[in-house]
């Protein structure tokens, strides 16, 4: 079952909607495509988390906003979720700043590797 991310209002975790191929996506509050209202809520076991820069500390460093990191927080209360970053290799870096409210990834997928940080 594939879920895609839906924003609901800027402070608050992203909810996700079921997707199929063919399924019609409408522009969210940020034009940014995702499931409409019909879509079934679904919590997932693994999300793709997009990122800006990643250490091997299984830091990230995200767009800003903070929305996968209250998500994953959100979450990881109820459940174990798997946060996956998506990257190129070239976007490691030798450290990313961290705050208290940065959730940890498991693994980083690029071109080059799988890292797991969960061993």
Same mark, same amino acid.
């Given at each position: 079952?594939?879920?895609?991310?839906?924003?609901?209002?800027?402070?608050?975790?992203?909810? !996700?909607? @079921?997707?199929?191929?063919?399924?019609?996506?409408?522009? %969210?509050?940020?034009?940014?495509?995702?499931? %409409?209202?019909?879509?079934?809520?679904?919590?997932? =076991?693994?999300?793709?988390?997009?990122?800006?820069? !990643? =250490?091997? *500390?299984?830091?990230?460093? %995200?767009? %800003?906003?903070? !929305?996968?990191?209250?998500?994953?927080? =959100?979450?990881?209360?109820?459940?174990?979720?798997?946060?996956?970053?998506? *990257? !190129?290799?070239?976007?490691?870096? @030798?450290?990313?700043?961290?705050? @208290?409210? =940065?959730? /940890?990834?498991?693994?980083?997928?690029?071109?080059? @590797?799988?890292?797991?940080? /969960?061993?």
């Amino acid at each position: 079952q594939l879920a895609l991310p839906v924003v609901t209002a800027r402070e608050r975790p992203l909810t !996700f909607s @079921e997707w199929r191929q063919g399924a019609q996506l409408v522009a %969210g509050p940020f034009g940014i495509l995702q499931p %409409g209202p019909q879509a079934m809520d679904v919590e997932p =076991d693994i999300i793709l988390v997009p990122l800006v820069a !990643f =250490d091997r *500390a299984c830091r990230r460093i %995200g767009y %800003g906003a903070g !929305f996968y990191d209250r998500t994953l927080a =959100d979450l990881r209360k109820r459940r174990v979720v798997v946060a996956v970053g998506i *990257a !190129f290799a070239a976007q490691e870096v @030798e450290a990313v700043p961290a705050g @208290e409210h =940065d959730e /940890r990834l498991d693994c980083v997928l690029t071109e080059r @590797e799988v890292i797991d940080f /969960r061993s």
